[in-house]
């Protein structure tokens, strides 16, 4: 565990400025995330799953025929999928980021857990490819 303080952007109506700074703690080492193609209804993160087109099972639309796609990682013996995370930066819904510096190179987070705990998220950093991230809590 290592505990970073991190800078905070906001987007205002003037663009992205500078808002301080978070202290957030790194609780993880890297995790590869893992694709499942083939989920059933009785996967807990069904909810998640996607066929061909991005299509959940909610959607009128959706149609498994050609495959079905869930990406997600395990953390602490819980499954998490990929799609239950919001980015961070969108302009639109979380208009803030939260990044850092380590060994000369900007390292920020990309998304906050929107469907777990709402008072003390998880936050992870995905790595350059998406194939692995990091877990992070606010301190």
């Given at each position: 565990m290592k505990n970073i303080v991190m800078r905070v952007e906001k987007c205002g109506n003037n663009g992205w400025y500078e808002d301080g700074k978070k202290e957030f703690c790194?609780?993880?080492?890297?995790?590869?995330?893992k694709q499942n193609y083939h989920p059933n209804k009785r996967n807990s993160l069904w909810y998640?799953?996607?066929d061909e087109y991005g299509r959940k099972p909610g959607d009128n639309e959706f149609?498994?025929?050609?495959g079905l796609f869930l990406d997600y990682f395990t953390y602490k013996g819980r499954n998490y999928a990929v799609e239950?995370?919001?980015?961070?930066?969108?302009?639109?819904?979380?208009?803030?980021?939260?990044?850092?510096e380590e060994k000369g190179k900007r390292i920020y987070l990309s998304a906050v857990d929107m469907d777990g705990d709402l008072f003390n998220p998880i936050y992870v950093e995905f790595d350059e490819y998406g194939e692995k991230v990091r877990i992070y809590e606010e301190i």
């Amino acid at each position: 565990m290592k505990n970073i303080v991190m800078r905070v952007e906001k987007c205002g109506n003037n663009g992205w400025y500078e808002d301080g700074k978070k202290e957030f703690c790194r609780v993880s080492r890297w995790i590869t995330v893992k694709q499942n193609y083939h989920p059933n209804k009785r996967n807990s993160l069904w909810y998640y799953v996607m066929d061909e087109y991005g299509r959940k099972p909610g959607d009128n639309e959706f149609n498994p025929k050609n495959g079905l796609f869930l990406d997600y990682f395990t953390y602490k013996g819980r499954n998490y999928a990929v799609e239950q995370f919001w980015l961070l930066g969108n302009v639109f819904y979380l208009p803030f980021t939260y990044s850092y510096e380590e060994k000369g190179k900007r390292i920020y987070l990309s998304a906050v857990d929107m469907d777990g705990d709402l008072f003390n998220p998880i936050y992870v950093e995905f790595d350059e490819y998406g194939e692995k991230v990091r877990i992070y809590e606010e301190i």
